[in-house]
């Protein structure tokens, strides 16, 4: 089996471990991965901030990067999602309003071959036990796009319960945001900063020596509040844990 993986541009730029960790995991498991350098931004945050129009190129882009592979796994619940949910809305539109020939094809031919790493591990590897090893405390926090845009539910939890020596602590409130929400963090700091302190004080309350997340974006919010209130506990993504072995632990 092969994959592609369409790493996101946040990774990329800022978290290459992820992307490290993603493909370290799959191969692992026996998938061959492979990394098409045409890929870019989804497009995500212009269509977030209204601009439509601009995110048409980014949606080509992606879906003829990604042409041909059978599985397209990203670690990254807000990317999917803007591919899935709004990938083929946004085709529609452009050709409604006589842009974008093909666009919706497009869109729609890319849907069903865009899978979030968890559900990529779960639904279509069939495993939950991947072998990893991970002796800490963790708590995981749902990010929105994950939970509410894909219904991942409890994939990414089975996944951390069948990590050897990983002690799972349950997040208080885990299903409220944690405030960051892409563009609405640079509109609404204020407000972005309260969720992201509620969300922080709560995973520093379970005890747990990691908050683990799906998506680097949220976990990027919840960083920066935790190490300006200079508490201990650390921020991690899921991949990362997973990837993570006796022989080979995460350093």
Same mark, same amino acid.
């Given at each position: ?150 219904? %991942?539910?409890?994939?990414? /939890? +089975?996944?951390?319960? *069948? &990590?050897?020596? $990983?002690? #799972?602590? !349950? ?50 919010? %919840?960083?920066?509040?935790? /190490? +300006?209130?200079?508490? *201990? &506990?650390?921020? $991690?993504? #899921?991949? !990362? ?11």
């Amino acid at each position: 089996m092969r994959a592609a993986l369409f790493v996101t541009c946040v990774n990329d730029a800022l978290y290459p471990r992820t992307g490290i960790a993603v493909v370290r995991l799959l191969e692992r498991l026996g998938v061959g991965v492979d990394f098409p350098a045409a890929q870019s931004c989804c497009g995500q945050p212009q269509y977030n901030t209204g601009y439509r129009r601009e995110s048409e190129p980014l949606l080509r882009r992606t879906a003829e990067a990604f042409a041909g592979y059978p599985y397209v796994v990203t670690p990254s619940g807000s990317c999917a999602a803007m591919v899935r949910t709004h990938y083929p809305r946004i085709g529609r539109l452009a050709e409604r309003e006589g842009r974008g020939p093909g666009l919706a094809a497009l869109a729609e031919e890319l849907v069903p071959r865009v899978f979030e790493l968890t559900e990529f591990l779960v639904d279509v590897l069939g495993v939950t036990d991947v072998g990893a090893y991970f002796p800490h405390t963790v708590t995981y926090h749902p990010s929105c796009h994950g939970l509410r845009g894909l219904g %991942l539910e409890e994939r990414p /939890r +089975r996944l951390l319960r *069948a &990590v050897k020596g $990983l002690d #799972l602590v !349950e997040l208080p409130d885990a299903e409220e945001c944690c405030g960051f929400g892409g563009t609405f963090a640079v509109k609404n700091p204020d407000v972005s900063v309260a969720m992201g302190t509620d969300k922080t004080g709560n995973a520093v309350g379970t005890g747990a020596d990691v908050l683990c997340g799906a998506d680097n974006s949220c976990l990027a919010h %919840l960083d920066g509040i935790l /190490r +300006r209130r200079g508490e *201990a &506990v650390r921020t $991690l993504h #899921l991949a !990362e844990i997973l990837a993570s072995t006796e022989e080979e632990p995460l350093t």
